[in-house]
């Protein structure tokens, strides 16, 4: 197995051809649109997945997932050419979901910061539901409270306060 290390330089560079032989080598007109966002190669440096974003409808990524496939052999060749490892690793060509991933998260944040802008409009004239300050106390604010005023000594927990020290009424 190769390290990790190895393999993700591997993907960068497999990435480079790929892109590189996409504009030089293949002379398919599906594929003008393509941009190729990532590469990923198995530690073992037997298959690499590459990832490609195309811009336009359904029917144009269609289109250029059909012409990848087509070219798939040319552009084998190619990275075997430019790569120093003794296999070159199989392709493997999928969609990018990024873009679409990026422009629900935009729309999101969009209607986040509408609701937002309607919670701060309402916050503008709020009231208090009660009292501005609901932890005031009972007691004057003159009067200093310690914790030893709570002790457990000073309660009286029998209730009976008939009762001397010494058990005589």
């Not at 497999?14 to 892109?19: G, M, P, S």
């Not at 990524?61 to 190619?78: I, M, S, W």
């Not at 005031?136 to 030893?148: H, L, M």
Request: proline share 4%.
């Amino acid at each position: 197995m190769a390290d990790p290390a190895r393999a993700a330089k591997l993907a960068q560079r497999i990435k480079v051809v790929v892109a590189e032989a996409l504009g030089r080598k293949v002379k398919d007109p599906r594929l003008e649109g393509i941009t190729v966002t990532d590469a990923r190669v198995t530690n073992d440096l037997q298959h690499a997945t590459i990832y490609y974003t195309v811009f336009g409808d359904q029917a144009v990524q269609a289109d250029a997932a059909k012409g990848l496939e087509k070219a798939r052999g040319v552009l084998r060749q190619e990275v075997g050419r430019n790569i120093t490892v003794r296999l070159t690793p199989t392709l493997e060509f999928v969609a990018d979901q990024i873009p679409v991933n990026a422009s629900n998260l935009e729309e999101l944040l969009r209607a986040a910061k509408k609701r937002d802008a309607e919670v701060a409009a309402l916050a503008e004239n709020a009231k208090h539901a009660g009292d501005a300050d609901p932890y005031k106390s009972d007691i004057p604010a003159d009067v200093d409270i310690d914790e030893d005023d709570f002790d457990e000594e000073d309660t009286d927990l029998s209730g009976n306060d008939d009762i001397d020290e010494d058990q005589s009424k």
